[in-house]
C-alpha cells in the first residue's frame, strides 16, 4: 500500500528521552508532504502523457498496419495484374502465330494450286499445239494430195482442152 500525503501529515511518532526536535521534525515532515505531493502530481500528469501517447502509438499502430495491408494487397495486385499481362501476352503470341501458320499454310495451298493451275494450262497448251499442228498438217496433206490437183485440172479440162493433157502429165510426175 502507497503513502499518501496525508498519511505522512497524520503520521505521529511516539516520544522518547532526548528525542528530536519536534519543530524540525515537523517542519521537515511538511517539506516532505510538499516534495510528495508535487511528486504525486508529476507523477499523474505523466501517467496522463503516457496514456496519451499509448493512444497515439495504437493509432499509429492501427495506421501502420492498414498501410502494410494496403501496400500488401497493391502488391498482389500488381502480381495479378502482371500474372493476366503475361497469360494475355501469351495468348497474344499464339494467336499470332495461329494466324501465321494459317496464312503461311493458305499461301502454300494457294501456291500449289497455282502450279497446278500452270501445269494444266502446259498440257492444255501442249495438247492445243499438238491438235493444232494435226490440224495445219492435214491442211498441209490436203494440199499436197492429188485431189487438189484434180480440181484444177477438171475444171482447167471443161474450159480449156489442150491444157488438161499437160496439167495430167504435171500430176504424174509430182505422184
Not at 511518532?13 to 526536535?21: P, S
Amino acid at each position: 500500500m502507497s503513502l499518501t500525503p496525508l498519511d505522512i501529515h497524520n503520521k505521529e511518532f511516539t516520544r522518547g528521552f532526548r528525542g528530536y526536535d519536534e519543530d524540525e521534525v515537523n517542519e521537515f515532515l511538511d517539506q516532505v508532504i510538499k516534495d510528495y505531493e508535487v511528486t504525486i502530481r508529476e507523477k499523474k500528469e505523466l501517467q496522463e502523457k503516457v496514456d496519451e501517447l499509448n493512444e497515439k502509438l495504437s493509432h499509429f499502430t492501427s495506421i501502420e498496419s492498414t498501410l502494410n495491408n494496403s501496400i500488401l494487397a497493391a502488391q498482389e495486385t500488381a502480381e495479378d495484374l502482371k500474372g493476366n499481362a503475361q497469360k494475355e501476352s501469351k495468348l497474344i503470341i499464339k494467336e499470332a502465330e495461329k494466324n501465321a501458320d494459317r496464312i503461311v499454310n493458305e499461301s502454300l495451298n494457294k501456291s500449289r494450286r497455282i502450279e497446278m493451275d500452270i501445269e494444266e494450262l502446259k498440257k492444255q497448251a501442249n495438247v492445243f499445239r499438238t491438235r493444232l499442228k494435226s490440224l495445219v498438217q492435214a491442211q498441209l496433206d490436203v494440199i499436197d494430195s492429188g485431189d487438189w490437183d484434180d480440181l484444177f485440172t477438171e475444171k482447167e479440162d471443161e474450159e480449156n482442152p489442150d491444157y488438161s493433157e499437160d496439167a495430167s502429165k504435171y500430176a504424174e510426175t509430182k505422184s
